[in-house]
Nanobody, 126 residues
Framework: EVQLVESGGGSVQAVGSLRLSCAVS????????TGWFRQAPGKVREGVAS????????EYADFVKGRFTISSDHAKNTVYLQMNSLEPQDTAVYYC???????????????????WGQGTQVTVSS
């Protein structure tokens, strides 16, 4: 059974940092693509960052470039999202998604992934 479990969300003041974790079971993060997405109230789900651990390719949405970093840990089968310089507009529910069968393209598109976590709330206050 495939499971993705996010943790690390919370409340932080602007310019603060958080690190989200996504513990994966059912497939190896080293042989898959994983991504972080977010959804704010009344808005569509949007891609934040992705990593294809098999090829090493990472991709970031323009609005997080230079602030967020995605990484994976083979030993823990976990994917992380380090978020620095947080802004109030980063407030959203953050979701982890993964799929062992996707390639290198379109990894910031939600439709590319079959497996999703339950989400973790991130709230940034000004």
């Amino acid at each position: 059974e495939v499971q993705l479990v996010e943790s690390g969300g919370g409340s932080v003041q602007a310019v603060g940092s958080l690190r989200l974790s996504c513990a994966v079971s059912g497939f190896s993060v080293d042989e898959s693509a994983t991504g972080w997405f977010r959804q704010a109230p009344g808005k569509v789900r949007e891609g934040v960052a992705s990593i294809n651990s098999e090829t090493g390719r990472t991709e970031y949405a323009d609005f997080v470039k230079g602030r967020f970093t995605i990484s994976s840990d083979h030993a823990k089968n976990t994917v992380y999202l380090q978020m620095n310089s947080l802004e109030p507009q980063d407030t959203a529910v953050y979701y982890c998604a993964g799929d062992p069968l996707v390639g290198d393209d379109g990894l910031l598109m939600p439709g590319m992934y079959d497996y999703w976590g339950q989400g973790t709330q991130v709230t940034v206050s000004s």
